[in-house]
Every structure is written in C-alpha cells, then in structure tokens.
C-alpha cells in the first residue's frame, strides 16, 4: 500500500480542525499514523528492510515532536486524537 491521494483525503477530511485544514498538527499526526502503522506491518514481512527503517524511526520522532507540541498547546486536541487514534492506552 502506496499513499494515494484518496487516502490522504480521507485521513485529512476526517482529522481537519477547519475547513481548508491541511496541515495542523492534528492532521499531521493522523498521516504519520497511518504510514506507521503501514510500515509496521511492512517489517513484520520484510525484517532486513534497513533503508526503510531509517525513514520508519525518523516519523516516529516526528510525530512524538507533533504531538509533544499539542500537548503543551492544547491538551483538549490532543486527548481527543489519542482516543481517536488508539494511540495510548
């Protein structure tokens, strides 16, 4: 699984704070995500993936700094994307 543009979409129209939304943090996270999860699952077939996995660790950062950021700024968004995301427990 490629990222498509209709995938985007609909991780973008379901996680978008207004109407143009693209690019918040809350978007962002959810796109991570998803490519995360994707690689995941990429690793568990392909464990010699090396390359990949530099790319894999760097997202991971990423979104920890995103949502590190959400945290401090808004705690309201950032509790609901953890829920909506099933990303804490």
Sequence with gaps: MVFVKKEVKEVVEKFK????D???????V???T???KYLSDHFQRFPKDFASKVGFIK???QRRRLLNYLKKHSKESYSSLIK???LRK
């Design 34 to 36: 998803t490519r995360i």
């Design 59 to 61: 997202m991971i950062g």
């Design 84 to 86: 909506k995301l099933d």
């Design 30 to 32: 959810a796109l991570l």
């Design 22 to 28: 693209t690019g918040s943090s809350q978007v962002q």
């Design 17 to 20: 704070t207004h109407e143009t």
